[in-house]
């Protein structure tokens, strides 16, 4: 079974697919973590991440696997832990940027996902990545309550306002990518979540979830 949700920075996406994941029991699949993979790898081989045909060729051979739930990069183990530090952070939105390198990605997940219960969460999930999923949901809420939210968590020391233009910045190049641009899928249950807790939005896409009988 797939369950794929799209939606803006900011909406909770990933917060709400790992309490969905344990709640339903199924395998939080992070795509976000595939690109850092390849930023890892790419940094290892001292790469130039300006130079879009190592990028590539980096994507091409690096093998991203999943077993018994445990992400491994070229058969050995990583966390998610040492797919995120400042480095990986940098570099892996300018991997992802890449048309070909996204192809890559998004073959191999669906090559992984094939024999396997998830839920994945992302920007093109439910419109290029799993267009046959069984279940679609798309997470929105306003750019002022998103902003609010990344404010209120004090990563980065921005103000509220510094925050607002960012998102609104994020906002339009993930709208306008010329792939996996952020969409709505025509058949995706659409979730306002500006004024419900993570808690509400999780049993929303569990009750929709239910009433199909498919979990």
């Known amino acids: 079974m797939i369950v794929a949700i799209d939606g803006p920075v900011g909406v909770g996406k990933s917060t709400i697919a790992r309490m969905i994941a344990k709640e339903a029991h199924l395998y939080y ?3 976000g973590n ?26 091409q051979e690096t093998h991203i696997d999943i077993k018994d739930g445990v992400f491994y990069v070229d058969s050995i183990p990583v966390t998610e832990g040492e797919l995120h530090n400042a480095r990986i952070d940098m570099n892996s939105s300018r991997i992802s940027a890449i048309p070909e390198v996204r192809s890559i990605v998004d073959k191999r997940i669906v090559e992984i996902a094939s024999g396997m219960d998830i ?4 920007r093109d999930m439910t419109t290029v990545v799993f267009p046959d999923a069984d279940f679609k949901f798309y997470l929105d809420a306003s750019p002022e309550i998103r902003a609010k939210r990344r404010f209120d968590q004090k990563l980065d ?15 339009e ?14 058949n995706a249950t659409i ?25």
């Open 119 to 122: 839920i994945a969460e992302g």
């Open 191 to 215: 979730i306002d979540t500006s004024y419900l807790t993570i808690k509400e939005v999780c049993e929303k896409v569990l009750r929709a979830v239910k009433r199909q009988e498919k979990l």
């Open 173 to 186: 190049n993930d709208r306008n990518k010329a792939v996996g641009a952020l969409k709505i899928a025509p």
């Open 157 to 171: 020391g921005l103000s509220y306002e510094e925050v607002l233009e960012s998102l609104r910045k994020r906002d």
């Open 29 to 31: 699949l992070n795509s």
């Open 34 to 59: 595939f690109y850092r993979a390849i930023t890892l790898k790419h940094l290892e081989r001292k790469g130039d991440f300006s130079d879009r045909a190592s990028c590539i060729k980096t994507a």
